[in-house]
């Protein structure tokens, strides 16, 4: 039987590797191997080839050790050793794009360049000498076109054969001079630890000149040999005039534009493409138009999501779903089954599948739209223009789009935030999401506003809206001085070319997101939702109730109430509505519905009048909006953040605020009335 | 002059790259080196960031950023 083959792909940020990593495997993914605390690999079996898999590395521009994610993908490339590296390049972005090339190719392991967007610079009549570039650089270049699925076939084909022949790049030496100098004097110093350790040596002394202390550190060079170091490294510095991260970069950039002069020829400055987005721009970015053309983007987005097409879709889907739970219902009533199998099936199992499906229709809608937003080049210029106001949060212009889902709904909010660069800003923004009221929570303000607020509905309504933006803006202010504090990561983003989205890589993106939610969410949303059906539907004897009164919730409800006193609503059908709350946020109104006894309308207002006051209810409002999230939420962060620790913390603290923001409420509140 | 307060429009060329860390590496990754011609595109509706366009390719960074990048103005 064949060895098995593991392909690593890597490139710049955004360079399209993920639509080439969707190519090559169909969308077919699983966590990958190499995937560690800090970091989540990709990995996936390619197509029609038995035993090779793809691993996609994240997206970087150089293999330095500043960023987490920069080291991380710096240890699966020397410690995992992948038996053939894909470098996926822009051709239009040559220049830059070949700095971690040239990184990558003293890292001694089999390596293909994939050119992608050579159409473009074709239809440019830029003249591209392929030949030249394998030449000089000794490695395959095969132009590909990740979005169109071309040339991805013969990709293939050269990767497992060099991987199988074991054909490393020939050419590593791209110095010369001083640097040179340096370099090889390293090189000479280290071979023994270097082989000892099984690093590859030219690379370990490219970094050991830049300082890099974590090489030296895994190289174990002692003393005397890092005082050498040193000094060759500060006689380098003091004959170029420069420091030693200067020196490197410079003689990496010098050896590019000699490149760049034998194998690129272009008549223009610039291309086609790049003068559209230009022009483009001067609408899309403009001083004034920018920003409500974006405002004006995701309210269509938001329409078609909540309100229209995912509503539709929804509603088709929740028919369905009625009916297969109506013919169960019946089916399970004929074959005589006791009435607590059918009570788990119908209310526990059916509701908890129901509760999940239930999304779906929304997260592929949303998601369609994202991924057309992100694959034409938009999203770079959104943060490019909100980046100000988000910067003041210690967050970048990125973080705004999660937060503005987050107002339709916290789980693809969350499930948003992998594009944010860094994972500190990534944390950070879906430590806020939750406070962005979701719209789950809207029946419970429309019930509670009518019932006590008639003739305020529409104030009331924004004051809740705003206390959540100024809640979380209050919190960033003190993450940002607290647990996330140090430097925000450098904002610097590129702003590619705009390019129509291809179909496929948009319907392979959106499938990724949703077959992601249904395989998490279904388990734990699943799970508590059987749960919630266990404590609602028997009392602590373990039998079943007909009343809810005295069944284990509300005993829960009762004991928990007393917290919520000095919030002013101690009542037990409150706390108990609460609880239910956590299963999805709809489940609080229809809980307060059942409890007192009413259906939901006028009943549940006069209902509700007895147990609230407007202030009380207002209260009870506000620490809906801030409590803890839902369960699918939880689910999301405990993915995203990596470990349940993390889904408890959040938890944790938003029940913390919420209560600290409803007694504030209530009691300030109370000085007035 | 640093590169923040290069007008909007002109064309320089990058003498020194200063600050220190992350940053500092980032914008060299990137390929502002020493010597390379640099254009200011635009600057964002709110004043910050700014976009810059260099090796063939635009770039947008913070003005507190750029303003660790020491350009002539050419």
């Known amino acids: 039987m064949d060895k098995r083959i593991n392909i690593a792909l890597i490139g710049n940020p955004d360079c399209g590797s993920t639509t080439l990593f969707n190519q090559m495997t169909g969308g077919v993914t699983h966590k990958g191997s190499f995937s560690t605390r800090d970091i989540t690999t990709k ?28 080291i991380a993908t710096r240890d699966i490339l020397l410690k995992g050793r992948p038996d053939v590296i894909i470098n996926l390049i822009d051709a239009t972005g040559f220049q830059r794009s070949l700095y971690l090339t040239l990184q990558l190719m003293e890292l001694e392991i089999p390596m293909i360049l994939a050119l992608n967007m050579m159409d473009e610079i074709r239809n440019n009549d830029i003249d591209f000498d392929l030949q030249k570039l394998e030449e000089e650089l000794t490695i395959p270049a095969i132009p590909v076109s990740a979005s169109k699925n071309r040339g991805i076939h013969d990709l293939i084909h050269y990767a497992i054969e060099a991987a199988k022949n074991h054909t490393v790049p020939k050419r590593i030496d791209f110095c010369s001079g001083y640097v040179h100098t340096a370099i090889h004097t390293t090189a000479h110093l280290i071979e023994d630890n270097a082989k000892k350790k099984h690093m590859p040596l030219r690379f370990c002394s490219s970094k050991l000149m830049e300082g890099d202390d974590l ?51 272009k008549n223009t400055e610039s291309t086609r493409e790049q003068e559209r987005a230009l022009r483009i721009d001067r609408i899309l970015t403009n001083r004034i138009f920018a920003i409500p053309i974006f405002i004006g983007i995701m309210l269509l987005i938001f329409y078609l999501t909540f309100q229209s097409l995912g509503e539709w879709l929804c509603q088709g889907l929740s028919l ?34 129901g509760s999940v499906l239930s999304f779906i ?135 590619p070319p705009y390019r129509i989205p291809a179909i496929k890589s948009v319907g392979l993106r959106m499938w990724e997101n949703v077959k992601g939610f ?37 005993s829960i409800g009762k004991f928990a109430a007393p917290l919520f006193i000095p919030l002013g609503f101690g009542d037990w059908r409150a706390s108990t509505a609460l609880i239910t709350g956590l299963s999805a946020k709809e489940a609080v109104v229809s809980t307060m519905a059942v409890l007192t006894g009413t259906s939901e309308g006028t009943a549940l207002s006069a209902m509700l009048n007895t147990i609230f006051t407007p202030l009380t209810a207002f209260a009870f409002m506000i620490f809906c909006l801030l409590y803890m999230p839902c369960v699918a939420t939880l689910a999301m962060v405990k993915k995203e953040m990596g470990g349940w620790r993390h889904a408890a913390a959040v938890m944790l603290f938003q029940t913390c605020v919420a209560w600290i923001a409803a007694f504030l409420v209530y009691n300030i509140g109370g000085l007035f009335i | 002059m640093t590169l923040d307060k290069l007008p909007r429009g002109k064309k320089g060329v990058i003498t020194a790259v200063k600050g220190k860390g992350a940053l500092r590496k980032r914008l ?38 750029a303003a660790h990048i020491e350009v002539e103005e050419s």
Not at chain 1, 525 to 544: H, K, P
């Open chain 1, 43 to 70: 990995e996936g079996p390619v197509r029609a080839h038995k035993n090779v898999s793809v691993i996609e590395l994240p997206g970087t521009y150089s293999l330095s050790a500043y960023t987490v994610d920069d």
């Open chain 1, 215 to 265: 090489i030296a550190d895994s190289l174990d060079i002692q003393e005397p040999e890092r005082d050498i170091i040193e000094q060759l490294a500060s006689d380098m510095e003091h004959h170029l005039c420069t420091d030693r991260e200067g020196a490197m970069a410079d003689m990496r950039y010098t050896f590019i534009r000699e490149l760049t002069d034998n194998v690129v020829t």
């Open chain 1, 320 to 353: 369905g779903i009625d009916q297969t739970v109506a013919a169960i219902d019946v089916g399970l009533k004929n074959a005589g089954a006791s009435p607590a199998l059918q009570s788990l099936i119908v209310h526990g199992v059916c509701a908890g599948v």
């Open chain 1, 361 to 495: 229709p929304r997260i592929a809608v949303l998601f369609f739209f994202l991924s057309i937003l992100e694959d034409s080049g938009y999203m770079p210029r959104v943060a490019f223009v909100m980046d100000k106001l988000l910067m003041r949060l210690g967050l970048s212009g990125r973080s705004i789009v999660p937060m503005l889902i987050g107002f339709g709904c916290s789980v693809p909010a969350i499930m948003a935030t992998r594009s944010l660069p860094s994972k500190r800003d990534r944390h950070l923004t879906i430590a806020l999401i939750p406070f962005m009221s979701c719209s789950a929570k809207l029946p419970l303000y429309t019930i509670f506003t009518a019932a006590f607020f008639q003739e305020h509905r529409v104030l009331v309504m924004s004051a809740i809206y705003f206390t959540g933006i100024l809640v979380s803006v209050i919190c960033a202010y003190i993450f940002k001085h607290t647990i996330y504090k140090g430097d925000p990561v450098p904002f610097i983003l590129i702003l």
């Open chain 1, 518 to 554: 249904i395989k998490k969410a279904f388990t734990v949303v699943f799970i508590a939702t059987i749960i919630i059906w266990f404590l609602r539907s028997f009392d602590a004897g373990l039998n079943m109730v007909s009343d809810p009164d005295s069944s284990m919730l509300a």
């Open chain 2, 28 to 65: 060299l990754d990137l390929g502002l080196t020493p010597g390379t011609a640099v254009m200011v595109r635009k600057v964002a509706p709110l004043g910050d960031p700014i976009e810059v366009s260099l090796r063939g390719f635009e770039l947008s960074l913070r003005k507190s950023e």
